[in-house]
């Protein structure tokens, strides 16, 4: 919130400023969103994603056979996932143990993920996904839906497609995407978390906290859409990223094994030279002898 000059608090209203707290100047604007993938070598699929002051990682591992044995499903694979924030990750420190806001984020995170993925290809096993907020200013469950996407991606799990997710809502008398502290802290803020598969449009997630109006609710809604589909290219090119490094690589290596190739052969034709003439030595040492020996 602005302070006033004698230390009073000053509410924002976006409706005649035309400028956000945080200084973006579009009341659809995100903030910076930065993504990698394959960050955590021993996990099957991993992501970091850097969102505003959030700072998210993402670990995939499986399938794998659930357990236990009364958790199978013969049908389909259960995606598990785990939600935590660092004790450090927010002002006043957070106790480790898990809360009910940790549970109820854990479910719906599960529930948005079983629908992008192909879980009916793996019966009786589970796919466990852990997400861990280290930093975190508003928007941390679309933040870990995001990444724990990408993390999917990269584990290569068979997925109709990647979830994108971001929060929209209203704040100082205007309805804006991607609220940060200052905003969902507002005296008129609603929160609405999102998420969508963008090659069908279909809502995975969906979440509101505060009174709205239709209207309002309809304009909201859109802008997140069109939010969650800037996030999806964003996804995409982080995935990208990762496998053309790899090609890279491997054409570097290629290339190394060609340099190197004629240069052992090089070697080896000079090796030759060198064994005929020692054959021819030997040869005549023995003849010699038999010499000698007659």
């Known amino acids: 919130m602005k302070m006033g000059k004698h230390g009073s608090e000053v509410v924002a209203d976006y409706s005649k400023?035309?400028?956000?707290?945080?200084g973006r100047k579009g009341m659809d604007e995100l903030r910076p969103i930065k993504i990698k993938v394959g960050v955590i070598p021993n996990a099957d699929g991993s992501a970091y994603l850097e969102w505003g002051q959030n700072k998210v990682y993402a670990?995939?591992?499986?399938?794998?056979?659930?357990l236990p044995k009364h958790s199978q499903n013969p049908y389909k694979s259960v995606i598990k996932v785990s939600y935590r924030m660092a004790t450090f990750s927010v002002p006043e420190r957070k106790q480790p143990r898990?809360?009910?806001?940790?549970?109820?984020?854990?479910?719906?995170?599960?529930?948005?993920?079983?629908?992008?993925?192909?879980?009916?290809?793996?019966?009786?096993?589970e796919i466990s996904v852990f997400v861990e907020v280290v930093d975190a200013n508003a928007g941390s469950?679309?933040?870990?839906?995001?990444?724990?996407?990408?993390?999917?991606?990269?584990a290569g799990i068979p997925m109709r497609d990647l979830v994108a997710a971001t929060g929209t809502g209203k704040a100082f008398n205007e309805i804006v995407l991607d609220l940060n502290k200052d905003e969902e802290d507002a005296?008129?803020?609603?929160?609405?978390?999102?998420?969508?598969?963008?090659?069908?449009?279909?809502?995975?997630?969906?979440?509101?906290?505060g009174v709205i109006t239709k209207e309002e609710f309809n304009?909201?809604?859109?802008?997140?859409?069109?939010?969650?589909?800037?996030?999806?290219?964003?996804?995409?090119?982080?995935?990208k990223a990762k496998y053309e490094l790899e090609e890279l690589k491997l054409d570097s290596a290629k290339k190394a094994i060609k340099e190197e190739g004629p240069s052992q052969a090089g070697e080896e034709k000079a090796a030759?030279?060198?064994?005929?003439?020692?054959?021819?030595?030997t040869t005549k040492k023995e003849d010699k002898a038999k010499k000698v020996k007659k």
């Open 17 to 22: 400023d035309k400028k956000r707290m945080d």
């Open 59 to 66: 670990a995939v591992y499986g399938p794998r056979e659930a």
């Open 98 to 125: 898990p809360n009910r806001r940790d549970s109820e984020i854990s479910k719906v995170l599960g529930e948005a993920l079983q629908k992008a993925v192909f879980v009916e290809n793996f019966p009786n096993t």
């Open 141 to 154: 469950r679309v933040a870990c839906l995001t990444a724990a996407s990408c993390a999917l991606a990269d």
């Open 187 to 209: 005296p008129d803020a609603v929160d609405i978390p999102l998420g969508i598969l963008p090659q069908t449009g279909e809502i995975v997630l969906l979440q509101m906290d």
């Open 219 to 239: 304009k909201a809604l859109q802008m997140g859409i069109k939010g969650c589909k800037d996030i999806y290219k964003i996804q995409k090119s982080a995935l």
């Open 272 to 281: 030759k030279p060198e064994k005929a003439e020692k054959a021819e030595k």
